[in-house]
């Protein structure tokens, strides 16, 4: 099956600092990505889809100043926050679909990445 | 996307067959009916998804109704390893396409 790696698996940081995370695809290119966030016994948000080559489209109420999303390549999408505080600790989930002929079963099918837990002090 | 409604949570014996409901009245004609699952601390897992016929695969079954109002996952030998929370997703096909998560069901396996 499709693999997205994610990281780091967790990072610890100071209230003001910036955090990257990092989504890659291993076996398959991605010219779409998803970045969720999920709060302590809430479900997955969606807080922006990454498009290769072109701008993020976020999701109302999020902040794209504040969540930086870099999608360079079809295999690597990155999400920066920005200034981060400690109402930003979260689980950080990305997700991507492989890059293929459309109408074939399981061609789009999203595959989600393992999830960063970012705590910020 | 269409809403989906599930349990909040159910329980099963280990080696039993878990069943999970999802109610989807609202699907549209070109919404596939996915699910995943998400074990505590990891991301989700996708499971099986189906647009009309039902489908089966090594970890589970889907079985939807012919009016495609509801479906349900099936699990025919549920271990401790099981317990996770299933969501339920109604979605267009495309790799663009957005999932949208509820609150899923709550699967607890016991010996």
């Known amino acids: 099956g499709a693999v997205v790696s994610q990281h780091p698996s967790r990072v610890i940081c100071k209230s003001g600092t910036s955090v990257k995370i990092e989504c890659r695809s291993l076996d398959f290119q991605a010219t779409t990505m998803f970045w969720y966030r999920q709060f302590p016994k809430q479900s997955l948000m969606l807080m922006a889809t990454?498009?290769?080559?072109?701008?993020?489209?976020?999701e109302q109420g999020v902040e794209k100043d504040k969540f930086l999303i870099n999608h360079a390549s079809l295999t690597l999408s990155t999400l920066t926050v920005t200034s981060a505080h400690p109402e930003d600790s979260s689980f950080y989930i990305c997700?991507?679909?492989?890059?293929?002929?459309?109408?074939?079963?399981?061609?789009?099918?999203?595959?989600f990445g393992p999830g960063t837990r970012l705590t910020v002090l | 996307d269409a809403k989906t409604t599930q349990p909040t949570s159910m329980d099963c014996a280990e080696g039993r067959a878990a069943n999970l409901p999802c109610n989807h009245s609202?699907?549209?004609?070109?919404?596939?009916v996915y699910w995943y699952r998400q074990i505590h601390s990891q991301g989700p897992q996708y499971i099986i998804h189906g647009l009309k016929n039902n489908e089966t695969n090594e970890m589970a079954s889907l079985i939807i109704t012919e009016d495609r109002k509801s479906s349900t996952l099936i699990l025919p030998h549920a271990t401790l390893r099981d317990t996770a929370v299933y969501y339920c997703?109604?979605?267009?096909?495309?790799?663009?396409?957005?999932?949208?998560f509820g609150t899923g069901t709550r699967l607890q396996v016991t010996l």
């Open positions: 997703i109604v979605r267009v096909a495309g790799t663009a396409s957005k999932l949208t």
């Open positions: 990454s498009n290769e080559g072109s701008k993020a489209t976020y």
């Open positions: 997700s991507a679909s492989p890059r293929g002929t459309s109408g074939g079963r399981g061609t789009d099918t999203q595959y």
């Open positions: 609202t699907i549209s004609g070109n919404e596939y």
